[in-house]
């Protein structure tokens, strides 16, 4: 991969990082004082762990930059496709590796 698109990929994952970060402070689980706030506490603490699991696979793009070895699959090896990682810049395996969550 050449160091232009790597350095637009990383710009977006920056700003990624910053956005998932939002959303983590956004929905930090608090107290639940009743009934009505325990629902809400679940969903908080969903969105939470949503947040938390795409701040991994951010940094986890990030650090690959830092070691050079960001472009091919974390699982074959494979590089991946260009217009894959724009559309989606910390997705770190390929189409066959993928399994949605
Ligand atoms: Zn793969």
Do not use: H
Request: overall charge negative; proline content about 3%.
């Amino acid at each position: 991969m050449d160091l232009m698109m790597l350095a637009v990929i990383q710009g977006r994952l920056w700003q990624a990082a910053a956005m998932v970060q939002q959303r983590l402070e956004l929905w930090t689980p608090g107290d639940s004082k009743s009934a009505a706030d325990e629902t809400e506490a679940c969903l908080r603490s969903a969105m939470y762990r949503a947040a938390q699991a795409e701040f991994e696979q951010v940094t986890r793009a990030l650090d690959l930059i830092d070691e050079g070895r960001y472009g091919n699959c974390d699982a074959c090896g494979d590089s991946l496709e260009v217009g894959t990682l724009l559309a989606r810049p910390y997705r770190l395996v390929c189409d066959r590796c993928y399994t949605p969550m």
